[in-house]
């Protein structure tokens, strides 16, 4: 308050001013007049030092190679469709199951993120409702929400596969928020509040946006990050969603569109930001000594990385970059031969802009703090560029789907099967999804 927001800084002294508001005292804060900026805090550990306490592979056996992605489906996707988030569900998995070649009497395992959590908008009903939709008895199920991030199911389902206990795992995630949005609105449905939310709304900062925000912009200062930086991951998305039917937003975007978006929080604009819709990915996990007899060429895993390097705190973690990134992305390339220079596709969680270049940064596509270089004028990360990113449009305009749609994605460019925004000899893949909440990343590579 009683500020210019251009002459604010970093490490600018402040202090508290109470607001009365009938019975509620509000805490607002103004500059300290005169007063030299503070000390910035540092990170508990270096960015460039995360692979330092990367623990070394326990066995010369990957359980990777003993699994296969071999479905894919989708339902449609969409902004207030309007339809009961378990027909969503039902939707994909069909499409999955018959994408492989299976039936429903193959299926032996269901996974799922976040699992029947009182979220809204957030899921159909997990296992349970999936498991009685469908009538399909699995020998293992899971649906947890501290697991490698929101496309953690498949990884979860890998290691059931790889020890036996099933053969082919159907793993998905269904959103709903655009229609939950909008059936608050009409007052069909309460919103779903639980605690924390009632002690966070009235200071406003309740959205992942106003945490990566704030990485954003220690990036900015300590690296020469700039908007327009941020400005050609958006840019890319869209360029790519206009050569995918089924994106939401596939209109073109000009920088000045971008920067002149409504603001967010600083510095984040309109579409800085994902697209809340609602839709459903199913994926399926199979036994690799099945994966080669069914409908379509399976995509093999060449490896993961999970490991939780810093303190999942969102406050106690990585100042510059989104946490739970830069730990998961220095253990994959612990678990395999290949570089980042082997890499054709990148299909990299982009809940926000400032997810992506994180992701970007952390798997060595280049250095840390080198992200405006690399990413200056879009070239790098063009569908026929050093790094194809997010070609189907990816969550900042395909929609939300919580990294599953990215999944889906990496998929279709390894079998050769997208498009006009096929990626040329697309043999290896990378898939990364979350982040702030524990993540995890996927290498895969083509069967050819």
């Known amino acids: ?196 939310s009632g002690w966070q709304m009235p200071f406003g900062a309740t959205s992942a946006a106003h945490t990566l925000a704030m990485n954003a912009q220690r990036h900015f200062q300590r690296y020469g990050t700039t908007k327009e930086t941020l400005g050609w991951i958006a840019l890319n998305q869209r360029a790519n969603a206009e050569l995918n039917p089924t994106a939401i937003y596939r209109s073109p975007m000009t920088m000045e569109d971008y920067l002149d978006a409504r603001p967010i929080t600083t510095p984040f604009g309109l579409y800085d930001c994902d697209v809340p819709c609602d839709g459903a990915i199913a994926v399926i996990v199979s036994a690799a000594d099945a994966a080669r007899d069914l409908a379509k060429p399976p995509v093999l895993v060449e490896a993961v990385g999970t490991q939780i390097v810093e303190r999942i705190d969102w406050d106690q973690s990585t100042l510059t970059h989104e946490p739970q990134v830069l730990g998961q992305a220095a253990h994959v390339w612990t678990r395999t031969s290949l570089r980042p220079a082997d890499v054709d596709v990148a299909e990299l969680y982009d809940g926000f802009t400032m997810n992506c270049l994180s992701w970007i940064e952390a798997l060595g596509f280049c250095g840390i703090g080198e992200a405006r270089e690399f990413l200056d004028g879009g070239k790098n990360i063009a569908r026929d560029g050093q790094l194809p990113l997010n070609t189907h449009g990816g969550q900042l305009s395909h929609g939300r789907t919580h990294g599953m749609g990215l999944l889906h994605e990496a998929v279709t460019q390894l079998r050769g099967e997208a498009g006009d925004r096929q990626v ?25």
Not at 123 to 150: D, K, Q, S
Not at 426 to 445: D, E, Y
Request: aromatic content about 6%.
């Open 1 to 196: 308050m009683e500020c210019d927001p251009d002459e604010l800084e970093l490490g600018q002294q402040v202090e508290v001013v109470f607001e009365q508001a009938e019975d509620v005292w509000f805490p607002l804060f103004r500059p300290v007049s005169g007063a030299e900026p503070g000390r910035l805090p540092v990170d508990e550990i270096a960015p460039e030092r995360f692979g330092e306490y990367v623990r070394p592979m326990l066995t010369t056996e990957k359980f990777e190679e003993k699994v296969a992605l071999t479905g894919i489906g989708m339902s449609p996707i969409g902004r207030r469709l309007m339809q009961p988030p378990l027909a969503l569900t039902v939707q994909a998995c069909e499409a999955a199951i018959a994408d492989a070649g299976l039936t429903f009497a193959d299926i032996d395992g269901l996974s799922t993120y976040p699992g029947a959590i009182n979220v809204g908008g957030f899921g159909e009903g997990g296992v349970t409702a999936l498991e009685a939709a469908l009538g399909i008895r699995p020998t293992w199920h899971n649906g947890a929400m501290e697991t490698f991030g929101p496309g953690g199911s498949v990884i979860a389902a890998m290691l059931a596969v790889a020890c036996g206990l099933a053969r082919h795992v159907l793993c998905f995630r269904t959103l709903w928020e655009a229609t939950h949005g909008e059936l608050m609105k009409q007052s069909k449905i309460a919103p779903s509040m639980g605690r924390m």
């Open 424 to 448: 040329a000899d697309a043999r290896v893949g990378v898939v990364s999804s979350g982040g702030l909440t524990p993540s995890g990343v996927i290498l895969l590579r083509a069967d050819r």
